[in-house]
């Protein structure tokens, strides 16, 4: 699972911010400290945001956009909460559905 990112050269470095989802800024000095900082902000906000809060999926990456990798174990767990929610379940129903 990747999600995408308009990358914006500044006075000093770069900055980034993710297309699917709102809030997920960074920056970076050079683009390989910005490319960690991406991972570490996407990882970071999918894994410890509200139980409740439905994240749209990623979209087919376009041109100007970088595609940025979503931990496996926190893939795993988005698209199990996302599963629920769409079924509307609590977390104890959802385990006994598994």
């Known amino acids: 699972m990747k999600y995408n990112f308009k990358i914006k050269k500044e006075t000093k470095g770069y900055s980034a911010e993710c297309v699917e989802i709102d809030g997920i800024f960074t920056q970076g000095e050079t683009i390989e400290e910005l490319e960690s900082n991406m991972k570490e902000a996407l990882n970071l ?12 999926m990623p979209q087919k990456t376009k041109k100007g956009w970088v595609p940025v990798e979503v931990e496996p174990s926190v893939a795993v767990a988005l698209a199990v909460r996302q599963a629920r929610l769409k079924r509307k379940m609590s977390q104890r129903q959802m385990q006994t559905f598994l």
Do not use: G, I, M
């Not at 906000?45 to 749209?56: A, G, I, M, P, T």
């Open 45 to 56: 906000h999918l894994s410890e945001n509200d139980d409740e809060v439905v994240f749209k």
